[in-house]
C-alpha cells in the first residue's frame, strides 16, 4: 500500500480555467486539497467532472496549472498513473476490455506488474470484494452496477496515492455501498469524492461547494454541506410550481 | 462535426428545406451552364452577400467550411496552369468555390432532420409500390448519428486508456472501439423500440 | 428490424469514419484509403445482402453532399471522377465478400473471412475499378490493370485486419456478426 | 394527460421467466401490478433491470406472458408504446438524437403528433423543468445527469400511461430530483420505479424484493423496505472483513 497521501503533497490548482468551445466551465480556480478526505458536491453541469478530469491530468486546463505530489498531471503521463486514479462517472466509459480480469489486470501491468503477478492482483481484489468468481466473467453480462464495481475495483487495483471518485455510489446495493465505504475508510490514499448523495461526504474533512464556474462554499465538510443543502431546498421552493 | 447546421441564427433557417434544395439545385445548373469568369466572379460575389446577410461571424464560419476545397482549387490551377488554358482553370475553381459554398450554406441553415424529410418525400412514391420507406429515413438520420457518436466514444475509450496508462493506445483499442461501437448500435436499437421504431409508419 | 438498420447504419458510419484515415493519392488519381476495409467489414460482419445495403447507405449519403469520402469529399461530382468505377464496386465487393462468409458457414471465422475478404474486396473490386479508369482517364485496360499494382500490398493488410477484427468481434458479441447468426 | 392508469388494466406477468444464455435471471415469475406507485428493490445483478425491459416489451421473455392494459407489450409494439414508457439505467443507452429537442421531439411524432405539435410539447417539457434554453443544444455538450435528464423528459412527454424508471435519481441534484419527485407525485400514470435508494420509495403504495431470480418479499412499501434494509444489514455484518 502507498504511504500517507497528503505526505507527499497535495493537489494543487493554480489560476485554472476550463471550458469547451465558447462555454467556460471552471474559471481561474486556484485550490490546494491537502486533507484526507475531500467532497465535491454541485448543481448538474456546475463542472464536477471536469474538476475531476483536471486532477486526474485527462484533460489539460486551457489555463493555469494542475499538480499532485508536485507531478504536473498533464504532462508527465508516466508519474501521473501512479499518482492519481480516477473512477469515471459513467461505467461505460471506463471499461476497456471484454472481460474482468483483462479489465482489472490492464492497470497493473502498466505499473510494471508482470503478466502473473498482475492476475495473482486482480484475482485478490476481485476476492476482497466478494467477486471472485468474476474474473472470466464478460463485462456485457454485468448489469450496470456489476460493471460500475468493476471499474472501481480496477482503480483501487493500482493503489494510486489519490483516488478521485465522480459518483461512485450511484447504482451500488446498499450492501456493496457499505463494503466500499469501509475500503475507503481505512485506505490511507487522499480521496476526492465528487457526489449529489450528501449523506455519503457525512464525516469528510472538507467540502467544497462548485458553482458557476467557480467555488461557492469550501472549508469543513459539515458547514459546507449544510450551507449547500439548505440554497438547494431555497431554489426548490423557488420554482415549486414545476 | 456532421451536424454542420450552424447555431448562428440567419433568416435562411426560417425558410422551408424543400425550397432551399430546389433553389440550390436550380443555381447549381444555372451555375454549369454558365461559362465566363466575369459571370463566376458575379457569382461568388452574389454567395458572398447571401452569407453576409446573416452576418460577419456567418460568413467566416461559412468560409471554414470551405476548407477541403481550397486543396482542389490549387490543384485545378496549377493543372490548367500547366496545360496553359489558364480561363478554363478559373472557371472551373470560381465554379467550385460557388456550388460547395451555395451547398454548404443549405447545409448551415438547415436541419438535417428537414433534409432527411424532403428525401423521404421524394422517396413517397416508392411507397405506393409497397416498399417501407420509414427505415431508409431512419437509416440515414442514424448514421449522421452515429459518425460523432463513434469519434466521441472512441475519444472516452482513450482517455480510460490514458488513466491507467502512460504509453499512448494502439492497435489493442480497435477491438474495444468496435465493441463500444457495436454496442452502442445495439443500446440505440433498444431505445428505437422502445419509443415505436419502425412499427409506426 | 430496428436490429438490422441500426447495424447496418453503424457499418455505412464506420466506412465514413475510416475515411478520416488520412489517404494518399497516387499519381493516377486512385488514392490509398482505408475505407477498403470498411467495405470488407460489411461483408464479412453483416453479409451478403446487409453488407450491401450498408454501402449503398453510405454511397447515397455521399451523393446527398455529405462529405464522407477519403479527404472530406462528396456530393454528385465523386461520380464524374477517376474513382467511379471504385464507387460502383463497393457495394458489389461487400455483397460477394459476404457472399463467401455465409457459403463458408462450416469453416472458422479468420481464414473464411480473409478469403472472403481478398476475393470481395479486392479482385472483385478491382474489376469495375479497372474498367472505371479505362473509361474516365483514357488508359488502356492493360495499363489500368498495372497501375492497380501499387495498391494490392495495402489491401492485403486490410484484408488481415478486417477478418481478424471479425474473428475477434464473433468471439465477443456473436449475435452482432449477422453474416453468422 | 391520460386518465388515472390503473383504471384501464394492471401490468401482469404470468410465468415470466427469462434468461442470457446457460444464467435464468428471473425464473416463473407471476406478478399482478396494479398500484398507483411501486417500487423494485434488490441487490446489483437480482434482475430489475431485466424486469423493466420485460415490462416495457423491450424483451420477450423466454416463458410466459407480459401484458399491460392487456397489451401483449412485446408483441403489439404499436400499442405498447402508448401504454408504457422507460428510463433506461444508463443515459447513454437512451439518447438517439444529437440534439436535445430532436431528441424530446421523436417520440411525439412516433406517437403521430406532427411536426410542428411535437416540437411545441417538445419546448413545453423543457420550459416545465426549467430548461428551456435546451432545445437547440447537442446531447454530446451536456454533463451526465443533464443527460439523465433530458431522457426523463423524452419519455414523460409521450404521457404513457405506465412509467418504468430504472434508476431515475441517480446522478440528479437535489432541486432537480425534488422538480422530478413533484412531478412523478402528481402524474396520473402508474409509476414502477427501480432504485437502491430506499428514501426514494418512502410513501408508495407497495414494494418488491427480487432476489435469487425470484421475488424475497412483496407488499406494502413500508414493511418490504424495512425487510429488505433489514437483510441487506445483517449481510453488511456477515462479510464485515471485505
Ligand atoms: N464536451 C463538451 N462540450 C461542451 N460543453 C460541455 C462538454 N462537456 C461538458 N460540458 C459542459 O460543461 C459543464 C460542466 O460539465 P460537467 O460534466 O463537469 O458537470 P458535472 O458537475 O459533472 O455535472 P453532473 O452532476 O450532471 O455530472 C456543463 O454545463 C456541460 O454542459
Ligand atoms: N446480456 C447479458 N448476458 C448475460 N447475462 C446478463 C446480460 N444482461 C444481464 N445479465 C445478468 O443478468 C442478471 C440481472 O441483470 P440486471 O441488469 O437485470 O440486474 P439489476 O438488478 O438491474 O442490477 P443493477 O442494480 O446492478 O442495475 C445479472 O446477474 C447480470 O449479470
Ligand atoms: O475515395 C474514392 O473516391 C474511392 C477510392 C477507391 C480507392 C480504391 S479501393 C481499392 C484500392 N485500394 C486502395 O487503397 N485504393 C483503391
Ligand atoms: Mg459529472
Ligand atoms: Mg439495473
Request: proline content about 5%; hydrophobic content about 55%.
Amino acid at each position: 500500500m502507498t504511504p500517507d497521501s497528503t505526505a507527499m503533497g497535495p493537489v494543487r490548482l493554480t489560476g485554472v480555467s476550463h471550458g469547451f468551445g465558447a462555454r467556460t466551465v471552471l474559471r481561474d480556480l486556484s485550490l490546494t486539497l491537502s486533507e484526507r478526505r475531500i467532497g465535491i458536491v454541485g448543481r448538474n453541469g456546475s463542472g464536477k467532472t471536469t474538476l475531476s478530469r483536471l486532477i486526474a491530468g485527462l484533460i489539460a486546463p486551457d489555463a493555469g496549472q494542475v499538480t499532485v505530489a508536485g507531478v504536473d498531471v498533464a504532462r508527465d503521463r508516466k508519474a501521473a498513473i501512479r499518482t492519481v486514479g480516477i473512477l469515471f462517472q459513467n461505467p461505460d466509459h471506463q471499461i476497456i476490455f471484454p472481460t474482468v480480469e483483462e479489465e482489472l489486470a490492464f492497470g497493473l501491468r502498466q505499473l510494471g506488474h508482470d503478466k502473473t503477478a498482475a492476475r495473482a492482483e486482480a484475482h485478490a481484489m476481485l476476492a476482497r470484494f466478494g467477486r471472485a468468481d468474476w474474473s472470466e466473467r464478460p463485462v456485457a453480462t454485468l448489469s450496470q452496477g456489476q460493471r460500475h464495481l468493476v471499474c472501481l475495483m480496477s482503480v483501487l487495483a493500482m493503489a494510486p496515492r489519490v483516488i478521485v471518485l465522480d459518483e461512485p455510489f450511484a447504482g451500488l446495493d446498499l450492501p456493496t455501498t457499505r463494503a466500499l465505504r469501509r475500503y475507503l475508510d481505512a485506505v490511507p490514499a487522499q480521496v476526492i469524492h465528487v457526489s449529489h448523495d450528501i449523506s455519503a461526504l457525512s464525516g469528510y474533512d472538507r467540502a467544497i461547494w462548485l458553482e458557476g464556474g467557480g467555488v461557492a462554499a469550501d472549508g469543513p465538510a459539515e458547514a459546507t454541506l449544510a450551507a449547500y443543502l439548505k440554497a438547494m431546498e431555497a431554489l426548490g421552493d423557488a420554482d415549486a410550481d414545476l | 462535426m456532421l451536424t454542420l447546421t450552424s447555431e448562428i441564427r440567419t433568416p435562411y433557417h426560417r425558410l422551408r428545406a424543400g425550397a432551399k434544395l430546389a433553389a440550390l439545385c436550380a443555381a447549381t445548373v444555372a451555375l454549369f451552364v454558365l461559362d465566363s469568369v466575369a459571370a463566376m466572379m458575379l457569382a461568388n460575389a452574389a454567395v458572398a452577400g447571401l452569407y453576409l446577410v446573416a452576418g460577419w461571424r456567418f460568413l467566416h464560419a461559412g468560409l471554414g467550411l470551405l476548407k477541403p476545397v481550397w486543396f482542389f482549387v490549387a490543384l485545378v490551377l496549377a493543372w490548367h496552369g500547366l496545360t496553359g488554358d489558364l480561363r478554363a482553370g478559373t472557371v472551373i475553381a470560381l465554379r467550385l468555390i460557388a456550388a460547395v459554398a451555395l451547398a454548404n450554406l443549405v447545409t448551415m441553415t438547415s436541419r438535417f432532420d428537414d433534409l432527411v424529410e424532403v428525401v423521404m418525400w421524394g422517396l413517397s412514391p416508392l411507397r405506393r409500390l409497397g416498399v417501407r420507406t420509414a427505415p431508409i429515413g431512419f437509416a440515414i438520420v442514424l448514421v449522421v448519428r452515429f459518425i460523432p457518436v463513434m469519434l466521441d466514444k472512441a475519444r472516452l475509450l482513450i482517455d480510460a486508456w490514458r488513466a491507467r496508462s502512460p504509453r499512448r493506445p494502439g492497435w489493442q483499442v480497435a477491438l474495444p472501439i468496435t465493441l463500444v461501437a457495436v454496442d452502442d448500435a445495439e443500446h440505440v436499437a433498444e431505445a428505437l423500440r422502445a419509443r415505436g421504431g419502425f412499427d409506426m409508419d | 428490424m430496428e436490429r438490422q438498420v441500426t447495424l447496418i447504419a453503424l457499418f455505412a458510419a464506420l466506412i465514413a469514419v475510416l475515411g478520416l484515415v488520412p489517404k494518399f493519392t497516387l499519381a493516377s488519381g486512385i488514392p490509398i484509403t482505408a475505407q477498403g476495409m470498411g467495405i470488407m467489414l460489411c461483408g464479412t460482419i453483416l453479409g451478403a445482402r446487409r453488407g450491401a445495403l450498408a454501402v449503398l447507405l453510405f454511397l447515397g449519403l455521399v451523393a446527398l453532399g455529405l462529405p464522407l469520402l477519403a479527404g472530406g469529399r462528396g456530393g454528385l461530382g465523386v461520380f464524374a471522377g477517376p474513382t467511379v468505377g471504385f464507387l460502383i464496386g463497393f457495394p458489389i465487393a461487400a455483397f460477394v465478400t459476404g457472399w463467401i462468409m455465409e457459403r463458408m458457414r462450416g469453416a472458422p471465422v479468420f481464414p473464411a473471412a480473409i478469403c472472403a475478404a481478398v476475393i470481395g474486396g479486392i479482385l472483385v473490386l478491382y474489376i469495375p475499378g479497372i474498367l472505371g479508369m479505362v473509361a474516365m482517364l483514357d488508359l488502356t485496360v492493360t495499363q489500368a490493370t498495372l497501375s492497380m499494382a501499387p495498391f494490392i500490398p495495402g489491401d492485403l493488410i486490410k484484408a488481415g485486419l478486417a477478418a481478424a477484427l471479425t474473428a475477434a468481434l464473433y468471439k465477443a458479441r456473436p449475435a452482432s456478426v449477422l453474416s453468422r447468426a
